[in-house]
């Protein structure tokens, strides 16, 4: 396994180096295979959903009275519960923290406000969808399949149960589209903040060695460190990014009225 992970690392690693520099070329890539996953991963769900319609009320009441029982409103569970969600929920859709911002500002469009409309549907589809979807797999497993088990080997247990064989398969192949979809946007949000402060090769190269460097330890730690790390960044933008546009955000809202009127 270590050795797959290390030849991976290095295709990562030649990828982000030698691609090509214009931004079109990730973000086509990006294209193509964004939508590509969504769609397998939506069938495939929509495929469980259905093979266990009888099991689907209870896995809705499991959901609200372990979220809103006594004892988790009593114990405080409820709180930390919420503040995981929180933290997870804006770790998937980045909304307010100025990561999507490289994405929204290299399509060509006519009107700014059409395209943060489309930003504003990509959340809710990243959290109520996808993630949400994500929760329904897992929950519509067995316990004692899932027993025990956290993070991607929770996930593919419950996978492996749904789909059989092709669970595993299945597994493999989704997630080579979302971690290289997540790698290539990364690298080219930093990139473009990078370019920003000042246009080096050299910076430009010390951030992509730095990229690669925190892809191989994400991969090899399986502790909360990452997670940890990756939050105290994340909020870190997150704060910075709403001060910031805090003065520009009158006219954001008069471009959406505009828009608005317009559409009427």
């Known amino acids: 396994e270590l050795r797959d992970f290390s030849r991976g690392r290095f295709r990562v690693a030649y990828v982000i180096f030698f691609s090509k ?33 009888t099991n ?15 004892n988790e409103v009593l114990g405080g569970t409820f709180g930390a519960v919420v503040m995981n969600g929180v933290r997870r929920g804006l770790f998937s859709n980045e909304a307010g923290s100025g990561n999507s911002n490289y994405a929204a500002a290299a399509v060509h469009i006519d009107i700014p406000a059409k395209q943060g409309m489309v930003q504003a549907f990509g959340v809710f589809i990243d959290t109520l969808v996808i993630c949400s979807a994500t929760a329904f797999i897992v929950l519509l ?9 956290s993070g991607m080997g929770l996930f593919q247990a419950a996978m492996t149960y749904h789909l059989d064989g092709l669970g595993a398969p299945f597994v493999v192949v989704l997630m080579f589209f979302f971690c290289v979809s997540t790698i290539l946007a990364v690298a080219f949000y930093g990139r473009s903040a990078v370019n920003f402060i000042h246009e080096s090769k050299y910076l430009n190269i010390a951030y992509q060695a730095i990229l690669i460097l925190m892809i191989y330890i994400g991969g090899i730690k399986q502790d909360m460190f990452i997670w940890s790390l990756a939050d105290f960044g994340l909020g870190i933008m997150t704060v910075i990014n709403i001060l910031v546009i805090i003065p520009i955000a009158k006219p954001a809202l008069d471009s959406l009225r505009s828009y608005e009127k317009e559409l009427k």
Request: hydrophobic share 55%; aromatic share 8%; proline share 5%.
């Open 141 to 149: 497993a067995p316990e004692s399949t899932i027993s025990g088990l």
């Open 56 to 70: 689907i009320p209870a896995m809705i009441g499991t959901i609200f009275s372990q979220a809103f029982g006594t």
């Open 21 to 53: 520099s214009k931004k079109d070329s990730i973000i086509e890539s990006l294209n193509k295979i964004v939508p590509f996953m969504a769609i397998i991963y939506v069938v495939a769900v929509i495929y469980i959903l259905v093979t266990n319609l």
